[in-house]
């Protein structure tokens, strides 16, 4: 028997060529190529009035210089808009080049090929570019003003505005026994992969073609992008994303202007060329997420059951919109969580801002939603004075209510409906995890060696895997071989590592037989793309689905062979063998040879497959079977009616320094629900990788936008990413409650780790401090002014109050119930 | 006016090379795009991330903030250098095992650090492994992976010295 690989912590098949220096990054390849740079706006919103190249023309190795002028037709008009979507009420989207006028600093104005990135600067550097500074719109308090406009066809710098909902929001809040207010803020933060974007394109003069590789998480979307750009046929085009340094969501956005410039570039020059991001250059062109005004408004019962939920969300799009509204629309949906308010309405407005462009950053607007509920759900604890776990328990969605239908529409504009989930149960392991029950007395030990201690909990759900498809195509070598692609990408999560295990599985061959390539256009030309937590429910479950047809193929051609029933066959270790009688049996590569009828013979296998080889099938039938095709391999494709729902909590217990402010982790608890596992390795990983983009979020990382438009820390020294330092140690339990909307059962698992981290750490620091943190992330200095504004009275005490000696010199305890502060 | 072009003599995972590089080359560009080592990687060019990191005469430097012209006569270890697919280090094995790598970009810097590291602190606790690596950035794994495998590397040298 085969050992089962579905469900095992298998060793990644990517490993030993990642660890030798064998991966093949974008920049690893083309040494040879020209190379791009750019001169980019230094202003966060300008009119171009010159462009002065006189004193660029002479440095050697220059091969051309572009502006938006020199750009064709098509190359020339803006950038597409990705997700169109009725809420859009005044989409913008930007150029390749800016055509008159900037919108964030970082927008690409001139284009430079020259020998190699060096030159290419030189030149770069000696560009003048003459700008009439327009004044900026920055943050999205300024935006919401509106005092100036980022574009004048934006009435209210509004991009999109949306209201969902169900019920009367507003009369179940009226009639509530308890009502509350909010309001919340959430910073912009970025995936910051560690290898940037990049472009390489190669034009085939010969053959009128373009090769094009992009550290993209879409090889599809970028092709087609790319040819509908250039106007060239897609049979012209191939894409393939080489070995990606990390995605986290923002290589998903697409086309980039590089990636429409450098492949223009490369054609007409009819030379490779290049570009590879430099780090500045990410901070300031690539995209960014996260920052939102929230306004909440709820109306619950004396148990802490939510009747009515109003929540305003005001959320900053940046200078473009090329991506929609998908981030918004996943706060506004997915901030409901494992909860069900009697009543809900949601409103967001998405505004422009002279700041770099928002498009998904992992988890993709839930941390934000998560962010406004969970902190809802501790404004209710604490104004009823029950426990944080009550509340939340009392506002749950039973495991017997699944599938539970929301009635609102979800972003990939099917209905939001949960499919499966058992939160109670999620909540107790949590509970048992981090020691909840018991924590009262680790709270006074602590308090009497004058520590402060916190301890929080936080739910999420999020809706992975969307569709609309993926494919999957699995191809048996008469070798025994075994080659298995799909169109999605890869940014390091081991697909080929899992979507192996799968197919070794359903084949029945051995799991090192089996080769699989992701994201080649070449290989597998249909694809959505890697995001929202897909790759494993949509790919997974294609390339399952694709080879149960190879293995039924198999098991046709082998029961003619072998002159059995089909049914009577099993294929075990990659030999189809009649059940019971494993003397009655071929390797799968012969069935490989047996399914394509050959005229020349190359080799020993292929001469068993020619014409005058004995076995064949009779002079009455066709060499191939009517309805089949000549080879062993398949196709198939998973197209879920809906999106699946994994969930989560997490729980955290923090100390704070009573002189210092500073704050430290002590424990990191998780326990998830992503369905069946297909490498459980694999999956803490990418629990664990959330979660450190989770405390970065939360503690560490923002981007830090002056008045005017500048990002002031566009670089590592000054952007805080945590190092292996400041990532606390995680425990992590799970549950496994099959997806029902997929043949593997698989929910995605790539986003979990990060969503809650905000409002998780809100709340822990809230409780061992004993005032309210309305605004996230939080650094030490920040906690140390609302120490101090707290002593002053101007930041309410929690009802619950706080460490000894922490209260304020006048008691705050709010006349209304209304513990907002010092939000908008 | 013409860049300035400087011969340099390296010896790089045994290998003798000299190239002619303009003096203003870092030694990031030189081993990956003149003698097309790509193991190193450059994350930041601003000395932050350790992506680049490389063994020069043994010690773990950041080849981003290294002139290759500067580098002349040097013996320069990289990732290329600690192991092969067939034949992984110690290190390498260790990440491998403990599930340390997701992307792979980081990972060089990290192996070569650890190299480094291990062969000045042979046995080191929990908490030193962790600041071994502190000097590093990655995006992937939380890091819980790498910390774990600096300990397991040196039970794997150890293990390795006993039964060679
Ligand atoms: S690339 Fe050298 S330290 Fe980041
Ligand atoms: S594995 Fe991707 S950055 Fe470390």
């Known amino acids: 028997m085969t050992t089962r690989m579905f469900g095992a912590p298998v060793q990644r098949r990517e490993d030993a060529r990642l660890l030798t220096g064998g991966g093949r990054y974008l920049d690893d390849l083309g040494h040879d190529a020209l190379a791009a740079a750019f001169v980019r706006s230094p202003h966060a919103h300008a009119r171009v009035l010159d462009v002065d190249v006189t004193d660029a023309l002479d440095v050697e190795g220059l091969v051309a210089v572009y502006t938006w002028e020199d750009l064709p037709e098509r190359v020339r008009d803006p950038l597409p808009l990705l997700i169109p979507h009725p809420s859009l009420v005044a989409p913008r989207t930007g150029y390749a080049l800016a055509r008159g006028e900037v919108n964030h600093v970082g927008e690409p104005v001139v284009m430079v090929v020259a020998t190699d990135r060096y030159v290419a600067e030189d030149v770069a550097e000696r560009i003048a570019v003459t700008y009439e500074v327009l004044p900026p719109v920055v943050g999205v308090a300024a935006a919401r003003e509106a005092v100036h406009l980022v574009h004048e066809e934006a009435a209210g710098n509004v991009g999109a505005h949306l209201v969902q909902g169900y019920g009367d929001a507003g009369a179940a809040i009226d009639a509530a026994p308890h009502v509350l207010e909010l309001d919340l803020d959430v910073e912009r933060s970025a995936c910051v992969p560690l290898e940037g974007k990049g472009v390489y394109a190669v034009w085939d003069t010969d053959e009128q073609s373009l090769r094009l590789w992009s550290s993209t998480q879409t090889t599809t979307g970028v092709r087609a992008a790319v040819a509908a750009k250039l106007g060239l046929p897609l049979a012209k085009v191939e894409c393939t994303a080489p070995d990606v340094g990390g995605g986290f969501g923002v290589k998903i956005m697409h086309p980039w202007p590089e990636e429409v410039l450098v492949p223009w570039a490369a054609r007409l020059l009819e030379r490779p060329v290049k570009w590879t991001e430099d780090r500045r250059e990410h901070f300031v062109s690539s995209a960014h997420e996260r920052q939102q005004l929230q306004h909440v408004r709820v109306g619950f019962d004396d148990e802490g059951r939510v009747l009515g939920l109003d929540v305003r969300l005001w959320h900053d799009h940046g200078a473009y919109i090329p991506y929609g509204v998908i981030v918004p629309i996943n706060s506004s949906t997915q901030l409901l969580g494992p909860y069900k308010p009697g009543a809900y309405r949601v409103e967001f407005w998405s505004l422009y801002t002279n700041t770099v462009i928002v498009t998904p950053y992992r988890g993709a607007g839930r941390p934000q939603g998560v962010f406004a509920m969970e902190r809802t759900m501790d404004a209710i604890a604490d104004h009823l004075g029950l426990d944080r776990a009550d509340v939340r328990a009392a506002n749950f969605i039973q495991p017997e209510e699944m599938p539970y239908d929301f009635g609102l529409t979800f972003q990939d504009g099917r209905p939001l409906v949960y499919d499966s989930g058992d939160f109670p149960a999620s909540l107790r392991k949590l509970k048992d995890l981090v020691g909840w029950d018991g924590f009262e007395e680790q709270r006074a030990r602590a308090r009497a060696e004058g520590r402060r201690v916190g301890i929080a909990l936080a739910c999420y759900v999020e809706g992975t895997g969307p569709g609309p498809y993926e494919g999957g195509h699995v191809h048996v070598e008469t070798s025994g071989r075994v080659n298995v692609s799909t169109g999605l990408t890869s940014q390091g999560q081991g697909h080929q590592t899992i979507l192996a295990q799968i197919v070794a599985d359903e084949l029945g061959v051995p799991f090192e037989d089996v080769h699989v390539t992701t994201g080649d256009t070449r290989r597998f030309g249909y694809s959505v793309g890697t995001f929202a937590s897909r790759g494993a429910v949509m790919s997974g479950s294609a390339v399952a689905l694709a080879a149960r047809r190879v293995r039924a193929k198999a098991l046709r051609i082998a029961g003619d062979a072998l002159e059995a029933d089909p049914g009577d066959l099993e294929v075990v270790d990659g030999v189809v063998r009649v059940k019971g009688n494993p003397g009655a049996s071929m390797p799968l590569g012969t069935v490989a040879v047996l399914s394509n009828p050959l005229r020349y013979a190359f080799d020993d296998t292929a001469r068993a497959a020619t014409q005058f080889a004995a076995g064949g099938r009779g002079p009455d039938e066709p060499p191939v079977a009517p309805g089949e095709e000549p080879g062993l391999e398949g196709r198939d494709y998973h197209s879920p009616l809906r999106s699946t729902f994994a969930n989560g909590m997490h729980a955290a217990v923090v100390e704070t320094d009573p002189e210092t402010a500073e704050i430290r982790v002590l424990r990191y608890c998780v326990v998830h629900d992503c369905g069946t596992m297909v490498n459980p390795m694999i999956v803490e990983g990418q629990i664990l990788g959330g979660v450190a983009q989770g405390v970065g979020g939360a503690l560490y990382e923002r981007m830090h936008y002056d008045e005017s438009g500048q990002l002031l820390n566009a670089s590592f020294m000054d952007f805080l990413m945590p190092y292996a330092t400041e990532v606390p140690p995680v425990e992590t339990d799970h549950l496994e409650t099959p997806s029902p909307l997929n043949p593997l059962g698989i929910k995605g698992a790539g986003e979990a780790g990060v969503i809650p981290a905000a409002a998780l750490f809100a709340s822990a620091i809230e409780d061992a401090e004993g005032f309210r943190i309305s605004r996230m992330p939080i650094s030490p200095s920040e906690l140390f002014h609302l120490r101090e504004r707290f002593a002053a009275g101007e930041v309410p005490a929690l009802r619950r109050g706080g460490p000894a000696g922490a209260a304020p010199a006048t008691p705050a305890t709010p006349a209304t119930p209304a513990p907002s502060d010092e939000g908008a | ?164």
């Open chain 2, 1 to 164: 006016m013409p860049e300035q072009v400087l011969p340099v003599a390296l010896t790089v995972n045994g290998a003798a090379h000299r190239v002619q590089v303009p003096s203003r080359r870092l030694l990031s560009d030189c081993l990956r795009h003149d003698l097309r080592l790509t193991g190193t990687h450059v994350g930041c060019e601003h000395g932050v991330c350790g992506a680049c990191t490389v063994l020069l005469d043994g010690v773990p430097v950041r080849s981003c903030l290294v002139l290759a012209a500067s580098a002349d006569g040097a013996e320069v270890t990289t990732v290329e250098g600690l192991g092969t697919e067939e034949a992984l280090s110690p290190e390498q094995q260790a990440f491998r095992e403990c599930h340390a790598l997701q992307c792979g970009f980081c990972t060089p810097g990290f192996l070569t650090t650890v190299r480094a590291y291990l062969d000045d602190h042979p046995d080191p606790t929990e908490e030193e492994a962790r600041e071994a690596v502190a000097g590093n950035l990655c995006r992937c794994t939380g890091y819980q992976g790498i910390v774990r495998a600096v300990l397991r590397a040196a039970e794997i040298r150890r293990e390795r010295e006993v039964a060679p």
